[in-house]
């Protein structure tokens, strides 16, 4: 039978039922799915239609229901992540300003908005925002964390002023069970610990935006403490991560690979974890990861040395000592020690030569030495990147600097790899019947994608060829609603987003409406274990996600997730708002 007569016979069994039921016809399904935080007048604009077999589809307006467009269907094309058959519903053409629905073979979208302006301000807002929300060692104050009636305060947490040092990290002049202060910084993710190499590719999503947009990142304000202080506001929030990294650093240069206590806490609010906190390890990733972001910090803040004397000179002093250190010691692995357990950030990669690569790229660009650009090895492959896999950061930031690198150096290889890691991410979403580029659903989907995003973004303003900017924007429609799971991944944004984050905040908390701004993990089929398989809606890749505390593996929100959504965020709202 063909797939159309199963949905009319399904159709009109709803039909009868909701009849029978009292329910208003047409009512929302995820069949046809939109970007539901909305669309720019002038942009391209496209929805995702499931398993509808359709040969035309409307856009109606919400209140009156009027049909504004009728727009045609070519015919849909199956895609395997997710076992449906997709049709992309064009409806550029329509400009107006306005609140709109999807309609299509009796389905309908979630209502969607086309506004002229501003359409991404406030996601772009609150997605750096939740790093506030974040922050340990400090109070948050409503006036800070209010978001539509909902105040998400809290006292402070995690002082941080005696972090012991664990026997795996332990030195001569710093033994075992000796103490450092080290407060600051942003908790990692659902829970309360502090990772080096997790901060490293999360601050360099947040420094690219910067760098790639930055009259638009110095209008934003926040509404943080710092606000108001002369320097712009994403750098504020930044500093709270720079100044806590500043203690990962032992005195030969080394950096400890975290700061954790040694077993999670349970589902408590930050101040009532009163667990004993240690820096645990040194390795070769944390160096190295610590080395770029320190490098990327100096020449952040170097217009600003009045508002923070010495902060640059100081970062690029701490970036050459980690890198020296990370010379002398070039393969310390980490893996847990004995009794910590913790998340682990290891790195089977035991030459780290992507973590190399990257350090090298932000020490050339902030310094011009070319003893840095010869430890470029551009016979590597760049792939999206991860935690684990970090020479990708390293190439963008060259592409983004590569006017200034051109005075030094031949740019051809970082314009040959750069141009074959984004052609590599727009054929892979242009190919995908959803539109969007992923290889394979893992945990943390969403800013695996979230990042792909990005690049494409950077691609755009580095090549200035619309492609790229299409293919960014469908991207992030995925990520806010043309997805499988009906969600808009970011909370607090869409009609339907997560509410159940795996977070101990969250939890603790136990308000109906979550913190605003933040981007869920997203579907991963491998760890279904966690709330038990029954309860996936599916086990199709693109749809095995869960809205439950319990699916830490689809369900957490983290640093390295949301930097990416909200570098990409920022970077739309920039890019739109210029044409
Ligand atoms: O994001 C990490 C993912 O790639 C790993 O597969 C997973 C298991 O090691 O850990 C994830 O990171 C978690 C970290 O270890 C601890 N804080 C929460 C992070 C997000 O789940």
Redo the contacts with the bound molecule.
Sequence with gaps: MRVANVKKSLGLLLLCLMMLGGMPLNAQSNFVRVNQVGYYAHSTKQAILANMDATEFEVREQVSGDVVYRGELKEGKHWKQSNETLQVADFTKVTKPGKYYIHCLNEKSHPFEIKEQDVFKSLSVWTLKAFYLWRASTEIKSEYATFNGYDYSRPKGHADDTVYIHASAATSKRPIESFVSAPRGWY????Y?L?VV?AGISFHALALAYEACPEYYKSLNLNIPESGNGLPDILNEMKWELDWLFNMQDEDGGVYHKLTSLRFCSMIMPEKDDLDRYMVGKSTAAALNFSAIMAMASRLYKDYDTICPGLSARALDASVRAWKWALANPNVHFSNPEGVR????GDRDRLFDDEFFWAASELFITTGDKKYFERLDFMQIFDSP???TVNSLGLMSLALHKEQIAKWVDTDPIDRKFKGLCEGLYNMCHYCPNLVPIKKF???SN?VIASNGMILGLAYLVYNQDKYKEAMLSTFNYLLGTNPTDYCFVTRFGTRYPKNMHDRRTTAMGKDEPMPGYLV?GANPAQVADCGKQNYPSSQPARCYLDRMCS??TN?I?I?WNAPMAALSGIVEYVMEKK
């Design positions: 990692d993710a659902g829970d610990n990772y997790n913790t998340g682990e950030y991860t935690w684990v893992e945990w943390g800013g993990g830490y593996s957490e983290a390295n």
